[in-house]
C-alpha cells in the first residue's frame, strides 16, 4: 500500500471524514545528470555559506524574507506550522459548486484520497455517492507542506479526487500578456468550412489513444547512441497557412477527415459484423451439442 503524503479529515457541515492524499499522475520523464562538456565530469550543487564558502548542513539551513534594503526576516518552520493551526490537518469544504461551472485553467495538480481506517468508510462513500449523483465538487482550502491550496473534491467512480487549483489572482489576463488579439472572425463560408471541419474530426475522448511520442524518441536517442549508432529524426515544422489559401485547405482538411471517419466507421462494422457471426457460430455449435446430448439421453432412456 502506497503511504499518503498527508492526511486529515474533509469536513463539511458538523461531518468529519477521515482521509489520506495520494499522487494520481505519474509524468514520463527521462532522468539526465548534467556533465562539463567533452568531459565526463559530473556537475553538483552544494549548499554554500555566500560569506565563508563552507557547505551547509541542510537541517542547519533556515528561510527568510527580503523585506528590501538587504534586511531579510527569518522564519523558523515551527513558526509556520504555528499560524495554521488545524488548517494543516483539516480539508474545509466551504460551499459545493456545479463540476460543470469550473474553468479547467484553475485546475493544477490531481491527487486521490482515500478513506485512512475502514471504520469511517462509509462516510467516505456516502460524500462520493452524493458528489456523483449531484454532479457537484467541494470547494475547500488545506494547508500542506507549508503552502496554503484552494481544491476541489469531486467523485471519479470508486474514488474522491483532489484537484489542486490555482487562485483566482495567481491567472493571468490575457490582455497584459498578449500584445493583440483578433476580434471576430468573419462570418461566412470560412467559418462555415471551419465548423464542418471541428465536426468531421470530432470523436469520443480515449486516453488511451494519445502516447507520449517523444519520450520514446528520446529513449530510442539514448539506446543508440550506447550501441555507437547515430539517429536522425526527419519531421517538417509545419508552416502557416497563407489567408488566401485558407478556403482550399479548409476544404481539403474537411474531404480528407470525412474520409478518414468514413473508413474508421467501416472498418469498426466489419469487426462488429465478425464478432456477430463468431458468437453466431458458437451459438449454433452450442445449440447443436445440446440436441446431440439430448438425443443420445433419450436413446439411452428408451434402451
Excluded: C
Aim: proline share 3%; charged share 35%; glycine share 6%.
Amino acid at each position: 500500500m502506497a503511504r499518503s503524503i498527508w492526511s486529515g479529515f474533509i469536513t463539511f457541515g458538523l461531518v468529519s471524514v477521515p482521509v489520506g492524499l495520494y499522487s494520481a499522475t505519474d509524468e514520463h520523464q527521462l532522468d539526465f545528470h548534467q556533465f562539463q562538456k567533452g568531459t565526463s565530469d559530473r556537475i553538483r550543487y552544494k549548499r554554500v555559506n555566500e560569506r565563508t564558502g563552507r557547505e551547509v548542513d541542510f537541517d542547519k539551513i533556515v528561510k527568510g524574507h527580503d523585506v528590501g534594503g538587504g534586511e531579510f526576516v527569518i522564519v523558523e518552520p515551527d513558526e509556520l506550522d504555528e499560524i495554521a493551526p488545524g488548517k494543516s490537518r483539516a480539508l474545509e469544504i466551504s460551499t459545493f459548486v456545479d463540476l460543470d461551472d469550473i474553468d479547467p485553467i484553475h485546475f493544477q495538480k490531481s491527487y486521490y484520497l482515500g478513506p485512512k481506517d475502514g471504520d469511517n468508510a462509509s462516510s467516505y462513500a456516502l460524500l462520493r455517492d452524493a458528489l456523483a449523483k449531484t454532479n457537484r465538487a467541494g470547494i475547500a482550502k488545506f494547508v500542506m507542506r507549508g503552502k496554503e491550496y484552494l481544491a476541489t473534491i469531486r467523485a471519479k467512480d470508486k474514488v474522491l479526487v483532489l484537484e489542486t487549483m490555482y487562485f483566482a489572482d495567481e491567472i493571468r489576463d490575457p490582455a497584459d500578456e498578449l500584445d493583440e488579439l483578433p476580434g471576430k472572425s468573419s462570418a461566412g463560408k470560412q467559418l462555415s468550412m471551419a465548423t464542418d471541419l471541428i465536426e468531421a474530426m470530432s470523436g469520443e475522448w480515449k486516453p488511451s489513444a494519445y502516447k507520449d511520442t517523444y519520450t520514446e524518441r528520446v529513449k530510442e536517442l539514448v539506446v543508440s547512441k550506447h550501441k555507437g549508432k547515430e539517429v536522425v529524426f526527419s519531421e517538417e515544422e509545419p508552416q502557416a497557412t497563407n489567408p488566401t489559401d485558407l478556403v482550399a485547405a479548409l476544404r481539403a482538411s474537411v474531404e480528407s477527415a470525412r474520409k478518414s471517419r468514413g473508413t474508421r466507421k467501416s472498418t469498426a462494422k466489419k469487426s462488429t459484423a465478425k464478432k456477430t457471426t463468431a458468437k453466431k457460430g458458437t451459438a449454433k455449435k452450442s445449440a447443436a451439442k445440446k440436441t446431440t446430448a439430448r438425443k443420445a439421453a433419450s436413446r439411452k432412456k428408451a434402451a
